[in-house]
């Protein structure tokens, strides 16, 4: 499997360009999108575009992706109404929102084309938070990054939702590598050993 990480946007957040098996997938595009599509050449078709959360620094070239490759965009239902709603999203000054056509994630097993996807949902950083597996790459959007967690204090934020998210990433298996919403990749071994908010 290739994944490119593409940065982004005012916040840097992470895009991420997954090709597996004649199957590409855009995750979490946040802007630039005329960059992205630099990642994929003519002849690929882009099976889906995947949303961690509904936050405007992951969301701000989904239209115009979907509208340029007619691929289904996926999000947790939970989520829908940030991709609607610049106030919700923190957007305000930019009115960053989505208008395509949305496909919801099921937590379990969701097969798109002749990839198999992993969701697992995750709430704490918003309602709608999820984690994605392809194979053994764990996208984890804003719920988890190198040595950090997400912030839970924003619309949809939960502490104790955050918490029980955390409680269940502890159980994973530990040789996934972690592919975070900002910052570096790391893995779920190293996350056990050095990140604080996994010390409980």
Do not use: W
């Not at 936050?55 to 992706?65: K, N, R, S, T």
């Amino acid at each position: 499997m290739e994944i490119h990480r593409i940065p982004v946007g005012l916040h840097q957040a992470n895009c991420y360009i997954v090709k597996n098996d004649g199957d590409v997938f855009i995750i979490d595009p946040g802007a630039r999108p005329e960059r992205i599509k630099t990642y994929l050449s003519q002849d690929e078709r882009v099976a889906a575009i995947l949303l961690t959360h509904g936050h405007f620094d992951h969301i701000g070239a989904v239209d115009e992706l979907a509208k340029e490759y007619k691929c289904p965009v996926y999000l947790h239902e939970e989520d829908e109404e940030l991709l609607k709603d610049s106030e919700l999203n923190y957007s305000q000054t930019r009115n960053v929102t989505v208008k395509s056509k949305l496909s919801f994630f099921t937590e379990g097993v969701l097969r798109i084309a002749s990839t198999e996807l992993h969701i697992l949902h995750a709430p704490g950083h918003t309602k709608g938070s999820v984690l994605i597996g392809i194979r053994n790459d764990l996208f984890t959007g804003d719920v988890l990054f190198k040595n950090s967690v997400g912030r839970t204090d924003l619309a949809g934020g939960s502490d104790r939702e955050m918490k029980n998210t955390l409680r269940i990433v502890k159980t994973l298996d530990k040789k996934l590598s972690v592919h975070p919403g900002h910052g570096e990749s790391t893995t779920i071994e190293s996350e056990l050993k050095t990140n604080p908010f996994l010390k409980f």
